[in-house]
């Protein structure tokens, strides 16, 4: 199983390589931006493709490339830029925010995205610096019966907020829930709750 890593592993190196051109950013943000970039590549790699995606803090920046909104070497320029107004005012006019390909919910907002320019760039980056409205973004994201939702960020209490706020108990598989089992099995029993719940999987790219 360890050579269908290639997805993950192509993406983890494209996203570090725009990293490395960054300031002054948190070591950690770019570790989680990086990991989550490639965690997403994996799994749309083994089939499973998102009906709409959300993120909270970095992963925030992750859903907007993910959603096809925001190039991969923009979005990175966003990460660097989004704790200052003055590198918000800097950056914004110059990234080239497309319309998603896949349904984009901004938590900070709680509006869905859609075709942008520089100008709606910079307010949706002015938003990111307040907090997000976890519990109505997640009655937005969770009402529809038979929701399943994939948490690839590592805050447990998160996810916990998000099932307090779940209306109908949907299934949200936290990919950090297995992170005391080793990395191939983790995965393994993630994708097999995924199974379970009905989620499609290209099983012929997993073995």
């Not at 950056?91 to 896949?102: E, F, G, K, L, S």
């Not at 019966?145 to 307090?164: I, K, N």
Request: charged share 15%.
């Amino acid at each position: 199983m360890a050579a269908h890593f290639g997805a993950f592993r192509a993406a983890q190196a494209a996203a570090a390589s725009e990293c490395k051109q960054l300031g002054n950013v948190d070591s950690i943000d770019i570790e989680l931006f990086v990991f989550e970039y490639a965690l997403a590549a994996l799994w749309r790699a083994w089939g499973i493709e998102p009906a709409l995606v959300i993120g909270f803090g970095v992963g925030e920046f992750v859903a907007a490339i993910v959603s096809g909104a925001v190039p991969l070497a923009d979005g990175a320029r966003l990460l660097a830029a989004r704790h200052t107004a003055e590198q918000v005012n800097a950056v914004a006019p110059d990234i080239a925010m497309q319309r998603p390909d896949i349904a984009w919910l901004c938590s900070a907002t709680a509006q869905w995205m859609t075709a942008s320019s520089g100008a709606e760039c910079g307010q949706w980056l002015a938003h990111l610096m307040c907090p997000a409205d976890v519990a109505k973004v997640t009655r937005m994201v969770l009402e529809p019966p038979d929701t399943v939702a994939l948490a690839m960020g590592p805050a447990a209490s998160l996810v916990q907020r998000m099932r307090l706020c779940d209306p109908h108990e949907a299934l949200i598989v936290d990919c950090f829930g297995t992170q005391h089992l080793p990395a191939e099995r983790a995965l393994a029993q993630v994708l097999a709750s995924l199974w379970v719940a009905g989620v499609s999987i290209d099983w012929s790219k997993y073995f």
